[in-house]
């Protein structure tokens, strides 16, 4: 399995609070990415990084931002977060090295907010 | 808006039978595609790729890619009740980020 790890893996808060997911990975891959699921919606994309410090929207971006100060950390944040950003948030990685852009994912955090 | 689309089942097949799943993609200049697997409660897990017109084959497993069509499918034979899960399927799309663009699912029911 591909180094990676999500924290916190369950959380609940409040409405207009905010929250901030980290992904953590071991295995020195330059893309990092953050999906949200949700039911009828599928996997969709909030925001990627293709190295330290080097961010890009998604699709689903809105309410998001990120940050990547180390190879290994992703953090997404939520700055006030809302009942429609409850959903299962997924990191994924991929060293593109040449291959297809094969994407590993993360054991996922499952977030409500009331 | 670049689509991937997939059946969303059930798809329900019994034990031992060929389970074919299906995905078409919007964008032509697709290069890669691929297959993953999740089961309920879990992260998506890889179970192939194809890059190229024709079929590939990994165990009980087969991907066959049509780019003329826009379709690409997946093979499972000799299904067993433990691949039931939802099959993702995944296009890389033409802009060459690596951003991966995901179908909303298949679910697969095998019963025994």
């Known amino acids: 399995d591909a180094g990676i790890t999500q924290s916190p893996r369950h959380k609940v808060t409040e409405t207009g609070t905010p929250v901030t997911l980290r992904c953590h990975q071991t295995?020195?891959?330059?893309?990092m990415y953050w999906y949200r699921q949700d039911p009828g919606h599928g996997l969709r994309l909030i925001h990627y990084?293709?190295?330290?410090?080097?961010?890009d929207k998604g699709e689903v971006s809105d309410g998001y931002s990120v940050s990547r100060s180390k190879t290994e950390d992703f953090l997404l944040t939520l700055e006030s977060a809302t009942s429609s950003q409850t959903s299962v948030y997924f990191c994924?990685?991929?060293?593109?090295?040449?291959?297809?852009?094969?994407?590993?994912f993360g054991p996922g955090t499952r977030l409500t907010v009331l | 808006q670049k689509e991937v689309e997939q059946n969303s089942g059930p798809l329900s097949v019994p034990e031992g039978a060929i389970a074919s799943l299906n995905c078409t993609y919007s964008?032509?200049?697709?290069?890669?595609f691929f297959w993953y697997r999740q089961y309920s409660g879990k992260s998506p897990e890889l179970i192939m790729f194809?890059?190229?017109?024709g079929d590939k084959e990994d165990g009980r497993f087969t991907a066959q890619l049509n780019k003329a069509s826009q379709y690409v499918s997946l093979l499972i034979r000799d299904s067993q009740p433990s691949d039931s899960a939802t099959y993702l399927c995944?296009?890389?799309?033409?802009?060459?980020?690596?951003?991966?663009?995901f179908g909303q699912g298949t679910t697969l029911q095998v019963k025994p």
């Open positions: 994924a990685i991929s060293d593109r090295g040449g291959g297809p852009d094969t994407q590993y």
């Open positions: 295995e020195n891959h330059r893309y």
């Open positions: 990084s293709y190295g330290v410090k080097d961010t």
């Open positions: 964008d032509r200049g697709s290069q890669s």
């Open positions: 194809i890059y190229s017109n």
């Open positions: 995944a296009v890389n799309g033409s802009s060459n980020t690596g951003k991966l663009i």
